[in-house]
């Protein structure tokens, strides 16, 4: 007899990716739908996902989705939660998103130690809108706005976003994590796990960084890119727990 | 249940509110309308369900009201012109997205910082959808305690009835005012009708989407039309007005809120001298009582547009009239408040000036 040893999440849609070859979103949206089936939170689930290139992930995440306005995802997983505390609700947001247009609101939902949990796709531009450069574009790296690389003078300097949310009280687990080898793809699961059960054990705001590669606006190929942010990126933004304090191993 | 009790207008917004069974409040600090935010920071925590978030910013606190109607819940934000202004974004995406929530205007004096002294500066703003897109919001416009009291309840049935934001505009001085108030018995939510789509989790059932983005314009047309027809149906459903001693009037003002309530003081000065002065009060100034206005204007063959602006509402008195008779306005903008006494002399000039050159345009 055979063995399933490898099969379609129960939480992914049967769509196919609309993603570039090489984006890291289509292996995240895989972890998010295994862990909400492993930790069978799947069917009281409410994922609200942001303005970019992750806009379409309601095609293929098969829970109940809220799409919110630029930045505002966690004030509308704010009031989600407020109203349905028992639910899990989570934001799936990219690097503008939650770093630039929606920083006031996430700092604030952190420190009120909100019950959500996000999670934070850092690419370092704004891919959908054609490669900007994103708050956490890295020095001298080059996007449309910065076609002579990131000038420290003129652009200032790449936001440390999740070490700021993990002054805030209400954090309690934060942790930067990539996906651009099979090692690192299996230790940003456990992570996307851990964040849930944070929020299930109601102890307050989790949120998971993910280094993310996209190779069509950083104009690499994919095994390129993997490798930038092997040499390059997490020089800059290290894979590390940033805050836990959560008490669960 | 019904009680009677003497409370400012703030404070009536806010009971109404609990009495509908808002289960969501979300505000941020901004004069002339903190009073409400504090009675709701009080009274909601009298429950254990309901929620009481002072957000980081308008912004925030909009965005929270999305999220707590797409939970189910009936939500409510306030604030006052600046605020409202950055409330607009959140507002198209209630729109767009076809959900429930009530918003309070208590307008200030504008543009900018402006003042915070009673104006109706923000009526384009309110009744024109106020954020992008091709949309309209109701717009309720109350003129005393007890109809802010009667309207906020309306708000919200019209809110979960037509899935669409609902706006109620005021004033500091409908905030201020204390008036006699029979505060309505107490909602009981749950004999409220089931909402289909709200977010709550796939338990046995297919998972649901909310959203506003339609990326192939032939659906996002026909998404925009499906809105307009909504717009329509509520036109035909819910407009409402005052009339008052519009029978034999020659002069007609039409004004709403504080306005209507200086213009009566003013045109009962006037019928004592046997001056033919009446008054449209428009209640819903979305969608607008142009049909009635329509009727009036084959019979009365002046207008007066009384408004605390250069001129907002009038547009609407216009296109309603459509020149079948003169239309005149007095505004005072910026925060001045006319006393009946100047209202009364003002219409009292209009209306001899016109009964001399017998109707000749101005």
């Known amino acids: 007899m055979s063995k399933v040893i490898f099969k379609r999440p129960r939480y992914l849609k049967q769509n196919v990716f609309h993603y570039c070859p090489g984006c890291g979103h289509s292996i995240i949206h895989r972890l998010i739908a295994e862990v909400l089936e492993e930790l069978e939170i799947g069917d009281k689930a409410i994922c609200v996902p942001p303005a970019g290139c992750a806009v379409l992930a309601y095609n293929y995440l098969d829970v109940d989705m809220g799409e919110a306005p630029h930045g505002r995802a966690v004030a509308v997983a704010t009031g989600i939660k407020r109203i349905l505390p028992d639910r899990i609700v989570f934001t799936y947001q990219g690097d503008g998103d939650i770093a630039a247009i929606g920083t006031a609101e996430v700092i604030h939902a952190a420190n009120r130690g909100e019950r959500i949990t996000a999670i934070f796709v850092n690419n370092g531009v704004y891919g959908m809108t054609g490669g900007q450069m994103a708050p956490t574009t890295l020095l001298g790296q080059v996007s449309t706005t910065t076609p002579f690389g990131r000038d420290i003078s003129r652009d200032g300097f790449p936001l440390d976003l999740s070490e700021m949310l993990a002054v805030a009280k209400g954090s309690v687990y934060i942790e930067r994590t990539a996906v651009n080898s099979p090692k690192n793809v299996r230790h940003a699961k456990k992570a996307i796990e851990k964040a849930f059960k944070v929020q299930m054990a109601n102890l307050g705001f989790s949120l998971v960084e993910i280094l993310s590669q996209c190779p069509t606006n950083w104009k690499m190929a994919p095994k390129d890119a993997v490798k930038h942010i092997e040499n390059v990126v997490t020089k800059f933004y290290p894979l590390k727990v940033i805050k836990d304090e959560s008490g669960i191993s | ?362």
């Open chain 2, 1 to 362: 249940m019904s009680e009677k009790v003497l409370m400012r207008g703030s404070h009536v917004i806010g009971e109404a509110a609990v009495r509908a069974g808002c289960r969501f409040y979300a505000g941020y600090p901004i004069t002339p309308q903190n009073e409400l935010t504090e009675y709701m920071a009080a009274a909601m925590a009298r429950y254990q369900d309901r929620v009481f978030i002072q957000a980081e910013s308008e912004l925030a606190a909009i965005n929270m009201v999305i999220g707590a109607a797409m939970a189910g819940a009936r939500a409510m934000t306030s604030s006052s012109s600046p605020g409202v202004s950055l409330k607009q974004e959140g507002i198209s995406y209630l729109a767009g997205q076809e959900l429930p929530a009530v918003i309070v205007n208590l307008m200030r004096g504008g543009p900018g910082l402006g003042n915070i002294a009673p104006t109706q500066g923000d009526y384009f703003q309110a009744t024109r959808g106020g954020g992008h897109g091709d949309y309209r919001t109701i717009v309720l416009a109350p003129a005393s305690g007890q109809e802010i009291a009667d309207l906020t309840i309306k708000a919200f049935e019209y809110a979960d009835h037509y899935r669409t934001p609902v706006m109620l505009l005021g004033d500091g001085m409908m905030g201020q005012m204390m008036e006699p108030v029979v505060l309505p018995p107490p909602v009981d939510v749950s004999l409220l009708p089931q909402k289909p789509y709200i977010l709550d989790g796939a338990k046995g059932r297919p998972a649901r989407l909310i959203k506003s983005l339609y990326l192939d314009p032939a659906i996002m047309e026909e998404h925009n039309w499906k809105l307009y027809r909504k717009y329509q149906q509520i036109a035909r459903e819910i407009t409402q007005w005052e009339e008052f001693m519009v029978e034999d009037a020659r002069l007609i003002v039409v004004a709403y809120g504080t306005c209507a309530r200086i213009a009566k003081g003013a045109i009962r000065r006037l019928r004592e001298m046997d001056i033919k002065v009446g008054m449209l009060r428009p209640i819903t100034l979305f969608p607008f009582p142009s049909k009635v206005l329509r009727e009036l204007s084959l019979k009365a063959k002046d207008f007066l547009v009384l408004e605390l602006s250069t001129g907002q509402m009038l547009e609407d008195v216009r296109l309603a009239i459509e020149g079948r008779a003169r239309t005149h306005f007095y505004g005072r903008p910026g925060g001045v408040v006319p006393t009946p006494d100047e209202v009364a002399k003002h219409i009292n000039l209009l209306y001899h000036r016109q009964e001399l050159n017998g109707g000749e345009n101005e």
